[in-house]
């Protein structure tokens, strides 16, 4: 075989790699081998926690539904227990974005369950 000598490939990998290390703290930003040791945790890291951020806000969302319907004589997982009863296909987003901005809506939907 033909010896391939990969010069300006290497250095277009290496330009790469850095640019997308740029802004990490130490030998991290500089050095080819712990920029591609850095990207690929940073990658893994980012890939999790996409994950991780749906569940936090359900979560959240969770928190705001039941705190809005505390004063309302339910609890969250009563409120929820009766929606799946009566067959009323709403959201826990939905639900909480009701609870926030629209509380008259949501004790629209409360008056219902009871």
Do not use: C
């Not at 945790?41 to 991780?52: L, T």
């Amino acid at each position: 075989m033909t010896r391939v000598k990969k010069a300006t490939n290497a250095l277009k990998n290496r330009r790469s790699v850095l640019r997308q290390a740029k802004g990490f703290r130490f030998r991290r930003s500089k050095t080819e081998r712990a920029a591609n040791e850095a990207l690929a945790h940073a990658g893994a890291y980012a890939f999790a926690h996409r994950r991780d951020k749906k569940g936090q806000f359900r979560r959240l969302w969770n928190v705001k539904i039941n705190a809005a319907a505390r004063p309302l004589g339910l609890s969250y997982s009563r409120l929820i227990d009766s929606m799946k009863k009566k067959g009323m296909a709403l959201d826990r987003k939905t639900l909480a974005h009701l609870a926030e901005f629209k509380p008259e809506a949501f004790k629209k939907v409360v008056d219902m369950l009871k």
